[in-house]
């Protein structure tokens, strides 16, 4: 069954689902805040795991680093509540099981090829499809994904709108919302099964589809900036770069990772 963009609702995506956990429940909003900030709300008054916060528009959407995401209507905005145990220590590898199911969730449904910028940064053709954002606290994570689904360019704020790319401009026609939001519900539950399984085979899938890996990066923190060429990832999901001085380890909750010599917003 086809659905349209308006037809986006909690309701239709629960119908048919089929999850054992993601999505159940799901909450939809028309319109709020931030699917994190709600998501939590409900992990602190005890929500189980596979809660879901699902929204047509965000006011205050957030990326890492206290930076801005812009959620115009036609996008994508969910978070999910995880308990994983043992808890919130490993957080950052349910972020790359998360991009890695959105990515999978995405060429499932629209054949479109995606593309990984550590830390989980959706990329089609070096322009931002979409981001992942993890918090995590002692007792739970929510990870939340955000994906340019049917987002018109002219949405967007106009400094975002050169590095930032739709599923819509791509596709050259609306994409299904309600089907890709079920398949990316699906393809989390399977991840994080997966992660939880084997860690390593979640980092193995993310490192197939990497475009940071091999490259030449500049790493920003608040209080310096490097180059190196970005070496690896590890178990932590720490990106190991190579500098003049040696290898360093950084953490996506820290820095910000650009191309040298090409601008970029982030
Ligand atoms: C991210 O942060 O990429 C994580 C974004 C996560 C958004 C989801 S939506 C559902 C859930 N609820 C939330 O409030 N957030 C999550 P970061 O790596 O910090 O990238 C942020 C940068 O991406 C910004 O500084 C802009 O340069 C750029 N940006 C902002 N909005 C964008 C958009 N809609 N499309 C592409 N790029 C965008």
């Known amino acids: 069954m086809s659905h349209s963009q308006s037809a986006l609702s909690g309701a239709a995506v629960a119908a048919g689902l089929q999850t054992k956990r993601m999505g159940q429940p799901l909450h939809w909003f028309d319109q709020l805040t931030s ?6 709300a409900f992990a602190e008054a005890g929500a189980p795991e596979g809660t879901a916060v699902l ?4 006011t205050g959407g957030r990326g890492r680093l206290g930076r801005r995401w812009a959620s115009p209507p036609g996008g994508l905005w ?9 808890p919130a220590t490993e957080w950052p590898r349910f972020g790359f099981a998360a991009s890695v199911a959105a990515t ?26 979409g981001g992942v954002l993890v918090e995590a606290t002692g007792a739970y994570v929510v990870v939340g994904i955000g994906i340019n689904v049917n987002v018109r360019r002219d949405l967007l704020p106009p400094e975002i709108r050169p590095v ?17 939001t079920q398949e990316v519900l699906r393809a989390l539950e ?25 490259r030449q990066v500049r790493v920003i923190d608040s209080a310096q900036a ?20 040696g290898l360093r380890r950084v953490f996506a909750s820290d820095v910000s990772v650009r191309e040298p010599q090409v601008p970029s917003l982030d």
């Open 35 to 40: 699917t994190n900030d709600i998501a939590q």
């Open 55 to 58: 929204a047509g528009e965000q």
């Open 78 to 86: 969910l978070s999910v509540v995880l308990r994983p145990s043992p």
């Open 104 to 129: 999978s969730a995405i060429e499932a449904v629209t054949q479109i090829p995606v593309r990984l910028k550590w830390p989980n940064d959706l990329i089609v053709e070096g322009r931002k499809l």
């Open 164 to 180: 930032a790319t739709s599923l819509l401009e791509w596709v050259g026609h609306p994409v299904d919302l309600v089907e890709l």
């Open 190 to 214: 399977r991840y994080y099964q997966l992660v939880q399984d084997d860690p390593h085979a979640v980092l193995e899938q993310w490192k197939v589809r990497s475009v940071t890996l091999g």
């Open 226 to 245: 490097f180059e190196g060429v970005a070496e690896s990832v590890d178990d932590q999901g720490a990106l190991i770069v190579r500098t003049d001085t």
